[in-house]
């Protein structure tokens, strides 16, 4: 009996080594996600790397980008042809814009990988989202990113710190009833009562100018400053704005020469922190004011539930989002959070078993969104999600990653929450031009040169940080000689197509 005891121990130390020994020998793929807040993600890939190793055939690693640094990280990435980074996060808005790097030839085509490896996938992502992610890429026609299930419509909305609202004599109601070019009494009492180094107004300047003028953005436009925009009937989304369905030159008309105007009156009366128009801080300076609840007014591009994340609740102030319009579908919003192979990847048949497993497999994307349970979270009696204060160390952002249908609800989104965001999101209305893409590459020398023009002054103005009497006239006479009119032109040929076939 000794004998076939210490047998059958050889026989467990040997298979433990050897599957020691596999892991070992594992090709290490790594991916890099986009607005992270990570400082230790130790004990997740350990967890995350035990699961994976005979689902995927790889070991995990992981470049947590943050909303601050990702844009100039991955473009060097992608450019450089750098082989260490086998995945990166890619959608219609970031610096490596999904069609336009897909055509450029930085995207592996996933078709085949597709059809053999991806049935799961397949089965856990709607058709719709595998369409938006069907392009004209370098390789034809087909899918170069996997399209994350997440808020597939867009809502932009005001954040209200309710708190200090109420402190300040006002209720949401009274907000409600104001339009943006009202809030200067709003903003006037908070300075009163809060001191001058309170900053009432904290933007994400691009999007504001979004949410007060009506315009969107167009797929396949510059990603990093936008220089199209479609205008919104902003009673009913599905029905043409006062413009129909054409493109514009957004700093040419006389909506967004009302908007910059009203914002440095804004800037000047101190109602904004002037490293909100600075690039390299902008971000930041917003995000950190918004977790310390710094803020009256702030602007936020909505997801279902985001009242109930932990951002929000560890706030320490009650938060309401106003909504400037309905939820509305367009191509942007449908190819708003994407993971894509590089080409330079030297593993693309594990990267993308891994993007299948991440999006079809709750266990793998709620390790990875939510961490290890027991350290950075627990379930309640209900089986809810409730979060430990380690999840101050491990909090990506959950929208940038994936398939967020497949996780586990958490206590204080409550229970039958993923269903309620299904249903929100399919009741949402199409834009007249839904699906739009424009192909960039005929006017990509003027796309380039214009993008260096609007980098010089879009932030500035839109966070009024200079004065629109005579910066706005620099700028358009700086577009125009960049070749605007010709981009304009390419634009709205291809719109008028588009929309013609229909």
């Not at 076939?4 to 467990?12: R, T």
């Not at 990988?113 to 089965?123: C, K, S, T």
């Not at 808020?151 to 104001?178: I, K, P």
């Amino acid at each position: 009996m000794k004998k076939l005891f210490a047998l059958i121990l050889a026989l467990v130390m040997i298979m433990t080594a050897a599957s020691v020994a596999m892991a070992e020998d594992l090709p290490t793929i790594t991916i890099m996600f986009h607005g992270s807040n990570v400082t230790d993600d130790t004990a997740v890939l350990e967890a995350v790397n035990a699961y994976i190793a005979d689902k995927v055939g790889a070991k995990l690693e992981v470049v947590w980008g943050t909303w601050g640094d990702f844009d100039e990280k991955v473009t060097n990435i992608l450019k450089s042809g750098d082989s260490s980074v086998d995945m990166v996060f890619t959608c219609s808005w970031s610096s490596d814009e999904y069609n336009t790097y897909a055509k450029d030839g930085y995207f592996v085509k996933l078709d085949d990988l597709i059809a053999e490896y991806g049935a799961d996938l397949v089965a856990a992502i709607p058709e719709s989202l595998m369409q938006a992610a069907t392009i004209e890429g370098a390789e034809g026609m087909g899918i170069y990113a996997v399209n994350g299930f997440k808020d597939t419509a867009t809502q932009n909305t005001w954040d209200v710190n309710v708190t200090l609202l109420n402190e300040l004599g006002y209720t949401l109601d009274d907000f409600r009833a104001m339009s943006f070019y009202d809030f200067g009494e709003l903003f006037q009492k908070a300075k009163e009562v809060k001191g001058d180094s309170f900053y009432p107004f904290l933007i994400e300047p691009m999007v504001l100018e979004r949410m007060v003028t009506g315009s969107i953005i167009v797929a396949g436009d510059a990603g990093s400053t936008n220089l199209l925009s479609l205008y919104l009937n902003q009673d009913d989304v599905s029905a043409e704005g006062s413009y129909g369905n054409v493109l514009l030159n957004k700093f040419g008309t006389e909506e967004y020469k009302k908007f910059v105007e009203k914002m440095h009156e804004y800037y000047e009366a101190g109602y904004i922190d002037p490293s909100l128009a600075v690039a390299e801080t902008s971000n930041d300076t917003r995000t950190n004011a918004q977790k310390t609840g710094e803020y009256l007014i702030g602007t936020q591009s909505y997801a279902f539930g985001y009242e109930y994340s932990p951002d929000v609740l560890a706030r320490g102030i009650e938060v309401a989002f106003v909504p400037c319009t309905d939820p509305y579908v367009d191509t942007t919003a449908s190819q708003g959070a994407m993971m894509a192979i590089s080409t330079a990847s030297e593993h693309p048949v594990e990267s993308f078993k891994f993007l299948a497993l991440l999006n079809s497999d709750p266990t793998l994307m709620t390790l990875l969104n939510y961490g290890v349970e027991g350290v950075h979270y627990t379930l309640n009696a209900d089986g809810l999600v409730e979060f430990t204060d380690e999840r101050a160390n491990y909090s990506p952002w959950t929208n940038g990653m994936g398939n967020v249908t497949i996780l586990p609800d958490t206590a204080s989104e409550g229970a039958g929450f993923r269903e309620s965001f299904k249903a929100y999101y399919a009741g949402a209305k199409g834009i007249p031009s839904l699906g739009f893409v424009f192909n960039n590459e005929a006017v990509a020398n003027e796309m380039a040169a214009l993008g260096t023009v609007a980098a010089q002054y879009a932030l500035a103005l839109d966070a009024g940080a200079i004065d629109p009497e005579t910066a706005l006239p620099e700028f358009l006479a700086a577009l125009d000689a960049a070749g605007m009119q010709t981009y304009l032109d390419a634009a709205n040929e291809q719109l008028t197509a588009y929309m013609a076939a229909k």
